[in-house]
């Protein structure tokens, strides 16, 4: 991805894009105006130059979209499908990649997974980029003139030389048999009945058929859907799912969501393409599971040093907890990567790292029977999966758990949740919240936290790292300091996992960073360090480098700029 404040260009895997990139590192690196992602894979295993704007937007506090103008590279169907299949085989060339699946628009990834065309075309020009705003398709056939037309409203393009544009990088040999060639290029008409979403955002690139100058559209009204992306019982494409105390409603169907069993609904794309972790074996890797020993190593010792107590809390996907759910199979299910970290620190015998994690998947298969401990349409598990959590914390920290948090009060309401919003009509599901905060009171909010309060932005993703509260409660029964480092599993809000340990301890703070922030630390001085972090971002691993007043401060700083 490269931007600044008046584009964003996307990097649509073989369009042409690798040689994009080169033409801003030559000539444009010295632009601070201009943000251009590192391209390495082995200092970036998430390959985030590849982002979506929704994956940009959710796993980036600092980026939104804005009012920028999308650039997306992209090429005609054909021409891309050989030239993915032509990618994959020289990645991975022991698989048994079979070129005939390209005549219904899919291909085998590197890791064996069966994916489609469509996939990629929704997942970087989806219909609400595409209906709402200016694209402007910077076409692989026509790289030179579209690059130049589209780029000469926001840089200098004479400073690149024209021998640039006919030299061509990252082609890959043709390894695809010269039948299927021919079905492609001759059978079109069938090929695009079989990826109608592609095909559409093909008739609005190309205007005229064959080309012509770039096209700018700022919206259309309706596009297809492909059928690889929809399951045997959703072929309709009117999804009827039961919700509690709603009626049967119908929905199209989004990528980004699954639709289950008797109404659950699980991410499938996401930030870090979450259900994949599910459907290939080796996609959190060796290194991502090092990295995380070293880290819990790091932070432990540090602790054991400062005679601070400390716990890592995993908050597991709703899809380990509850795959009975999911519809359709699940090969690699013990491959999510919480189920592989503890594995392997099971394996390795590693008990001075196993005794500060708490893993909570056995305990809540155990209790799942009972109570619903995340809600059918979110990610988010609901204050039984909180308590149930909060139980283990203190169990590894030899504390009693207070269950007069189960008493408290209780607000019960219909509402559209994260996953139920992404359905068209949006599902709504009845909600039950309980109120923890009986003796606990707020004492502070940092600025970026009143920030959002003031203007009513307490759902609004961008907004949430680097959120600091604190909670102090003079009649706690355990009179100790507690640090909690968490994201949204745990809440700058009280009415998750923040408010349990508030009502619980002398004095809670609430840093929202998966990173710890030792100079907080230092200054606060805890007895207690709890850390949190949801299973479906662990392919991140944090680098504890952060620091929280710098953070707040360069935030607003931008925000105010704005």
Known sequence: MIYNDAFVWLHFPRCAGTKIEFLFRDYYSEDKSIFQDLVDDKIDQSISWHNSIAQRE?????????????????????????????FEYLRSPGLSHKPELLL??????????????????????????????????????????????????????SIIPEWEFSHRI?????????????????????????????????????????????????????????????????????????????????????????????????????TNNSLSYYLAPDLFTEEMINNWINLLRSRINYFQENEIAYAHLFAPNKLTIYPEFYRGDLPFFTSSPLQKLFQKLVDLDLRSVLDHVVNPIEYFNNIKKDQQLYWKTDTHWTFWG?????????????????????????????LVMDTGGKLNPPVSEQATFFQPLVN????????????????????????????????????????????????????????????????????????????????YIKDVQPDIVISENVERFMPRVPTDTFNLKDFVRNKLSKISDK
């Open 58 to 86: 959710s796993g980036d506090s600092d980026f939104t979209l804005g009012d920028r103008i999308v650039i997306c590279s992209f090429r005609k169907l054909p021409a891309w499908l050989k030239s993915r299949y032509n």
């Open 104 to 157: 219904e628009g899919e291909f085998l990834e590197a890791n064996g997974y069966k994916n489609h065309a469509d996939y990629y075309a929704r997942k970087y020009l989806p219909p609400e980029i595409i209906e709402n705003r200016s694209i402007r398709f910077l076409r692989a056939e026509y790289f030179e003139s579209d690059f130049k037309e589209i780029f000469s409203e926001f840089i200098d393009i």
């Open 440 to 519: 606990a009171k707020r004492i502070y909010a940092n600025p970026l936290e009143k920030y959002k309060e003031d203007r009513n932005y307490k759902n609004i993703f961008d907004y949430h790292v680097g959120s600091n509260v604190v909670f102090e409660n003079p009649m706690a029964k355990i009179q100790q300091k507690v640090i909690l480092f968490g994201d949204s599993f745990s809440e700058s809000r009280p009415h998750l996992l923040t408010g349990a340990l508030a009502e619980t301890f002398r004095e809670v703070h609430f840093v929202w960073s998966v990173n710890l922030d030792y100079g």
């Open 170 to 270: 990252n082609k890959a040999k043709s390894q695809i048999p010269d039948e299927i060639i021919s079905k492609l290029s001759n059978n079109c008409e069938d090929l695009y009945k079989k990826c109608p979403y592609w095909h559409s955002l093909e008739k609005i690139a190309y205007p005229d058929g064959d080309g012509g100058k770039f096209c700018e559209k700022t919206g259309i009204k309706y596009l297809e859907k492909s059928p690889n992306d929809i399951s045997p019982e959703e072929k309709d494409l009117n999804v009827k799912i039961p919700v509690s105390g709603e009626k049967l409603l119908g929905n199209k169907i989004n990528d980004d969501v699954h639709v289950g069993k008797e109404g659950w609904l699980f991410l499938r794309t996401g």
């Open 386 to 414: 909180v308590f149930g959590a909060y139980q283990l914390i203190c169990k590894n920290l030899g504390y009693q758990t207070d269950m007069d948090l189960l008493k408290r009060d209780r607000k019960t309401t219909t």
